[in-house]
């Protein structure tokens, strides 16, 4: 009872690794390699994958502080939708139609990516998503797929999910 706060650790559990994404997201080869678009909507499509591999290795845990965990790095991705939408310095119902834009995106991507991983098509999940289908971006939506999929590997072979980090990366 007078211990520290599960919550309290719990949140800064999730901002550690929600950081750790938004890290990762930035990684210049993402931007040159992959040749995602170094633009908001690019940048968002990077954060939208490597939240996806987190949460996806959060939701396998099962346990409750994976899940509450989770619900907090979703919480403080849209609040970090929010704010950098009003830095922006757009008017209010700009902000409010692209929130809610950027929100069902990131959602849909996470059902999207769920599917994909679990049916072999993350490549076409990737593809319709990072790089709007174009097919001149197969080869990036196959080689992005193999890397995520190295991605969640690592994070799978770790037991402690409150210490979860993306080993062998940048």
Do not use: W
């Amino acid at each position: 009872m007078f211990g520290k706060s599960t919550k309290r650790n719990n949140n800064l559990v999730s901002v550690s690794l929600y950081n750790q994404c938004v890290t990762m997201a930035r990684q210049p080869d993402y931007y040159t390699d992959f040749s995602i678009q170094d633009k908001v909507l690019g940048r968002f499509e990077a954060l939208a994958l490597h939240l996806f591999l987190m949460l996806r290795r959060l939701k396998e845990d099962a346990s409750p502080i994976a899940q509450n965990i989770s619900q907090e790095m979703c919480d403080l991705f849209v609040a970090d939708m929010d704010h950098s939408l009003r830095n922006a310095r757009l008017s209010e119902s700009k902000i409010d139609k692209s929130f809610k834009r950027f929100v069902e995106g990131f959602y849909g991507r996470l059902v999207a990516y769920d599917k994909g991983l679990d049916e072999g098509t993350l490549e076409d999940a990737i593809l319709k998503n990072v790089y709007d289908d174009d097919p001149a971006h197969l080869h990036l939506g196959k080689k992005m797929a193999v890397r995520m999929t190295n991605l969640l590997d690592g994070l799978r072979q770790q037991s402690d999910v409150i210490n979860l980090n993306f080993k062998g990366e940048k």
